[in-house]
Structure formats: structure tokens, C-alpha cells
């Protein structure tokens, strides 16, 4: 059965800082793994997905995540920490059916913080 | 284009009361999918409509829950009666029907979440 585990209910780091949010699944097929961030008041949004094609895939606001089949894992990372990513973090798998739909598959969330 | 959108953003209501959530996916888009967070939990899936036909409702937790989608649009979610382990956040997402058959990895677009407490 597919399953999420984020490391981390809470990370810290300053403006400017390196960023890392630690994903790591369980998955019996080839997985599609997303990372979604919700921003106060606002609704999920995706920041980028894997789908077997380039295993570093490049997301919105400067976020980057790589696949790692050996690891299972799937960090999400941003070189330099801006305020305005503070936010709550969440890291999926996809649940593939036929018929073509999928469900995802939440982990707990990662709420990051960002301190001046 | 409009996202998904949810009505209410919030909602108090006692233990016992009845309480209907609705959800407007973007137009278009087959496939509608409940799913609900408990505080401090992970978000956990519910159910999914393709159309107006339920597809999947594996995750709901019980008979006091019923969903909806009239005419394969807007979706609604009844909670009846409500308990206090109902409180939490529900949110609705949409997504297209697959380019290809038999393949999906379609991004679910979300909306902002009905913030459900029980008291």
C-alpha cells in the first residue's frame, strides 16, 4: 500500500537559508509524487510533481525536488528561504486506478517557517 | 479561469446539527474528489465523483456522511448528524478527464477548504 512519511512537523530556518523538507514514500508501482503548499487562507496548490521523466523536477518559486528511487524519498528544497514561503508543506503519491484517476496520498505536512 | 471554490469558508455548528458543505469545481473538469483533514493529521482522501456518478467512497467514515453532484457540477457534503470528531478541514478538488485512457497524472486542483468545527 502507497504511504507518505514527512520528516519534520515543523522546520525553521532564516531568510536566505537553505531550505529542506524531507518526503519519503511507500509505493509498490512506480509513483507519481507531488508536493502541494498551502499559504495561510488559501487553498492547496501544487509546487511541482514527479511523473518518471526527469528525476530533479523544477517547481514554482524557486523550489526544486529530486527523486530517489534507492532512498524512496523525495526531498523538496530551495536554495535561499524567503519570507514568503512560509507555509504549510504537503508531499503526496499518487494512487493510480483504472479508468485513468488517480487519488493522492497525503503525508502529515511540513509547516516551515521563516525567520529574518 | 475560476478555481474550485467551496462554500462556507467556515462553519460552527453543534453536535447533533446537520451541516452541508458545497463545492463548484472548475468548469469542465470530470472528476471532483472530497478530502478531509483532521486537526494535525494528514489529509486524508474521502470520495470521488466522475460526473455525477460516484466512482469511489472508500474514505468516508461513515453513514452520516452523504455526497452529492447533481447533474455532474457542483458536488455537496452532508454531515447528519454532526459529532465533535467531525470537526476539521474539508477541502474539494477537480481535475480533467485523462488525455490518454488508462493514464492519469492530472494534478488535482484544490479549493481554499470548508473550516468545520463541532462543538
Known amino acids: 500500500a502507497q504511504s507518505v512519511t514527512q520528516l519534520g512537523s515543523h522546520v525553521s530556518v532564516s531568510e536566505g537559508a537553505l531550505v529542506l523538507l524531507r518526503c519519503n514514500y511507500s509505493?509498490?508501482?512506480?509513483?507519481?509524487l507531488f508536493w502541494y503548499v498551502q499559504y495561510p487562507n488559501q487553498g492547496l496548490q501544487l509546487l511541482l510533481k514527479y511523473t518518471s521523466a526527469a528525476t530533479l523536477v523544477k517547481g514554482i518559486n524557486g523550489f526544486e525536488a529530486e527523486f530517489k528511487k534507492s532512498e524512496t524519498s523525495f526531498h523538496l528544497t530551495k536554495p535561499s528561504a524567503h519570507m514568503s514561503d512560509a507555509a504549510e508543506y504537503f508531499c503526496a503519491v499518487s494512487l493510480m486506478f483504472s479508468g485513468g484517476y488517480n487519488k493522492l496520498i497525503f503525508g502529515a505536512g511540513t509547516r516551515l517557517a521563516v525567520h529574518p | 479561469e475560476a478555481g474550485v471554490t467551496q462554500f462556507p469558508s467556515h462553519s460552527v455548528i453543534e453536535k447533533g446539527q446537520t451541516v452541508t458543505l458545497r463545492c463548484d469545481p472548475i468548469?469542465?473538469?470530470?472528476?471532483l474528489y472530497w478530502y478531509r483533514r483532521v486537526m494535525g493529521k494528514e489529509i486524508k482522501f474521502l470520495l470521488h465523483f466522475v460526473k455525477e456518478s460516484k466512482q469511489d467512497e472508500s474514505g468516508m467514515p461513515n453513514n452520516r456522511f452523504l455526497a452529492e453532484r447533481t447533474g455532474g457540477t457542483y458536488s455537496t457534503l452532508k454531515v447528519q448528524p454532526a459529532e465533535l470528531e467531525d470537526s476539521g478541514v474539508y477541502f474539494c478538488?477537480?481535475?480533467?478527464?485523462?488525455?490518454?485512457?488508462?493514464?492519469?497524472?492530472?494534478?488535482?486542483?484544490f479549493g481554499p477548504g470548508t473550516r468545520l468545527t463541532v462543538l
Open positions: 468548469s469542465g473538469h470530470d472528476n
Open positions: 478538488a477537480s481535475s480533467p478527464r485523462p488525455r490518454l485512457a488508462g493514464r492519469s497524472n492530472n494534478e488535482q486542483f
Open positions: 509505493s509498490s508501482v512506480p509513483p507519481y
